[in-house]
C-alpha cells in the first residue's frame, strides 16, 4: 500500500484563480537529450475575487520540471518554494512580468503527456493537466491567456516546426538550428496548447468559409503516409461546411493544421489550430484501411474540428465541467455522421455501444455522474460517462427543444460566452432562456449516475376506447449516491395497429391532435398516458431511436417482437425489436444450456433474418445490423450474474444454428453482392461490404469446405481492407488450422511496414476465441513489432483480449486475469493513463460468479499492493475494490 495516498478534489472547492495570465510568451530550444523551455508571463491579480488582507501567493503548477531560473520583473528571484507539483512565490504588485526557465527531458517522456518524442518527432498532449511537464503555470481551464511561441530547432531534422495561430516571424541560428514564431490572437487555456517539431510532409488544401474567407488548410505527416490523408481533408472540408450550415459556426483563424503522431493515449486533441491526432484517426486508403476505420476518421476530425467553437471559442470552468465539451461535441459529430452516412444505421451503432459499455460503466465501481462531483486523477474521467453519455444527455435536449428550438439555444450559448470558460449550467440555461423551457429537473442527468430503468404496461378498456401507458421509473444505487430522485425520460413513441399502421395520437381530454408519433415527457417516479379514441387494442413502438439513454422493459411477447421487427414503420425499432428477441432467445438459451438441457432454435429468429434477407429494398447495412446477433459484453452487461461460458457457448452455438438453418438465404445473398465487387468508398458500397462480410462470417459456421475456399479467395484478392480483413477475421476464429496460419503469415509478411495495419493483425488474433488465447497472446507479446510504448499496440493486443475475448481472458485458472495486472503493473511505470484503462475489465468483478470474483479481487489487491503506483491507477483500483 502507498502510504500517502492522492487527494481528491471535489466540484463544491472550486474557486477562481488569484490571479491571470493575460500574456503568455514562449520559446522552446529543442535538442536531442532535454529541451529548454522560456516562458515570459504577463500576470495580473484577480482583482474580482474577495482577498483577505494581504496579496496572496502565486501558486504556478508544475510537474517532474528541472527549475533552470526565475525572474521578477526582469530580477532574478531566489524568494521562492519548489515542491513535487508547484512553484510559489510572493508578489508584491498587482501586475508583473514574470519569466521562468526549465529543463525537461521530451525524450524519456513515455507517459506521452506534456512535451514528448514519437519517433523522430516532437509533439505534445496538454489536455487535461500536461502543460505543468512543460512549465510551471496556472494549468487550469478558466486561465486564458494569449499565446505566442517560438520553436528553435535543428533544421536538418525539424524542418518543419508548428504551434497554434499563425506564423509571424523565422529565422536562422549558428549550428544548423532554425527558429518560428507562432502568434495566437485568442486568449486560450493551457490545455489547448500545442506544438511539433519534425520532418513532415504536407497534403494542403483550403476551404472558402460562409463569409468567403479563404482558409489555409494543411494536414502534416511522416513521408511514408503521404498518400493515405486525402479522406482526413475530405472529412475536414465536409465537417466546416456542416458546422456553418447547421450551427452557424465559421471557422476563425486563417490556417488549420491536422497533425498525426503514431505515439498518442486519445484518438485526438483539439489544440487551437493545431489538432494532434493518433494516426490511426487520419490515415485511411483502400489498400490499408477498413470501412470502420474510414467512419471513425470522418468522425474524429469532424469531432475535433467542431470543438474549435464547442471548447475553444467557449470552454470549460473547471474539469468538472469536461461533458460540457465533450457531451456536446459527441453529439455534434454523430449528428454530422448520421447526416453522412445512414442516419438509422449510425445510431444503431452508437446505441448497441453504448448499452454495451457505458451501461456497465454506470453499473460498476467507477460510475459517476456526467459532471462528477469528485476526482483524483482528471484523466481517468475521459469515460464513456461524460463523453457517450453526455451526447445523450444533449440529444434528450434537442428532443425536447426540437432542431429550431435547440439552434436558437447554441445560438444564445455561444454568443453569451465567446471567449469564456463556463459551465454545464451556462449551457443549460442558454437553452432555457432561448426557449422559455425549465429545465430544472432536467440537469438531474448531470448530478445523478447509473442507469434509469424504465418499466412500462399496458392497459385497454375497449368500453372506453382509451389506452393507457403507466411508467414506472427507478435508477439503481451507485457509488456515493444511494437515492435518487425521478429523471425527465423523453419518450419518442406511436401506437401499432394489427396492419402495422400508426394510429392518431390524442391524450384522453384534450382536443389536440399529435399527430402519429410524439414523445412523452416521463418526469414522475410513476406517471400515467392515456390516449383517446383507440378502437382496438394497439402495439406500443417505444423509445424510437433510444430516445432516452435507459433500460426500458415492456411486456413484449416473441410474437410482438416479430410483429415489431417486420412492421414498425421506424428503421430502429424494427432492428431494436429484433435486437430485443435475440436477447431473449439468447438467454434463455444459457438458462438451458446451464441446466443441462438440449438447445432448440426459436424458429421466430430464423424467420425474422430469412425475411430481411430477402429484403433488396432494406438498405443493406440495415440488414446486417439487424442479422448480427447482440455482443457477449451486452449479455454480460443485462445479466445479474454472467457465466461468461455459458453465454460463449450459446451464442456461438445460435450462430451456428442460424447459419445451418439459414444457409441457402445466406448464400445466395453472399452470391448476389459479389457481382457489385467495384471499390468506392461511398456509403452504399460500405453498406454492401457490411453485410457482405457479416454474411460471410455466418457462412464460415457451416462446416462447407466450399465456403472456406471462398473464404480465402477473398482473402487473397480482396482490392481492399475491409474485405481482406473480414476473411482473415472469419479464418482465425475457424478451426481451420492450415488457411488460418497461412493467412496470418502472408498478411504479416505483406504488411509489416504499417503500424496501423499490423495493429489490426494483433487486435484479429487477441480476439479469437479460439482455446489457447492467452498463450498466444503471450506469444505475440514478443513479436518484434510489439511495444508496450506504444499506446495502439496496447490496445490492438492487451485491451482487445481483455475486453472482447471475454471466453479466453475469464478462464477459470485466473491466468487471463494475472497476466493483464502484471501488465497493468508493467505498464503503469511508463504510461500510468493507459495502464489505468486497462483495469476496467477487472474492476468489473461484481458482475461475475463468485470463483471469478476473488482471482479478480486477488489481482487487483496484488495491483494496489505495488510500490509507487500512479495516482491514475490507484483511483481506479482502490474505487473497484472499495
Ligand atoms: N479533448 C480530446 C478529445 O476528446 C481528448 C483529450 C484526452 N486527454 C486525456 N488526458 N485523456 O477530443
Ligand atoms: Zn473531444
Redesign the pocket.
Known sequence: MRTEQPKTIYLKDYQQPDYWIDETQLTFELFEDHALVHSRLSIRLNDAKPQAQAQPPLVLDGQLLELVSVELDDQPLSNYQVDDDSLTLQPQTASFALAITTRIEPQNNTAL?GLYKSGGMFCT?C????FRKITYYLDRPDVMSRFTTTVVADRGSYPVLLSNGNPIASGEHDGGRHWISWEDPFPKPAYLFALVAGDLCLLQDSFTTMTGREIDLRIYVEPENREQCDHAMDSLKRSMRWDEEVYGREYDLDIFMIVAVNDF??????NKGLNIFNSSCVLAQQDTATDMAFQRVEA?VA??YF?NWS?NRVTCRDWFQLSL??GF??FRDSEFSADMNSRTVKRIEDVTFLRANQFAEDAGPMAHPVRPDSFIE??NF?TLTV?EKGAEVVRMLHTLLGAEGFRKGTDLYFERHDGQAVTCDDFIKALEDANGADFSQFKRWYSQAGTPRLDVASHYDAARREYRLSFRQHCPATPGQSEKRPQVIPVRMALLDSAGQELPLQMAGEQQSLGNETVLSVTEAEQEFVFANIDQEPLPSLLRGFSAPVKLSYPYSRDDRVFLAKHDPDGFNRWEAAQGLAVDVLQGLVEIHRAGRPLHLDQRLADIYRTVLADTALDAAMVAEIIRLPSEAYLVELADTAHVDAIHFAREWLRAELARSLKSELQQRFDSLQVSAHYSADADAMAMRSLKNTLLGYLMLTDDQAVVQQCVRQFVEADNMTDRQAALVALVNSPFEQPRQAALEHFAERWAAYPLVMDQWFSIQAGSTQPGGLERVEALMQHPLFTLRNPNKVRALIGAFANQNLVNFHRADGAGYRFLADRIIELDRLNP?IAARLVTPLSRWRKFASDRQQLMQQELARILATEKLSPDVYEVVSKSLA
Open positions: 503527456e498532449q489536455e487535461a493537466e500536461g493515449n486519445m484518438g485526438a486533441m483539439e474524429v469531432h475535433e470543438h471548447g465539451k465533450e461535441t459527441v482528471i484523466s475521459y463523453y493513463q
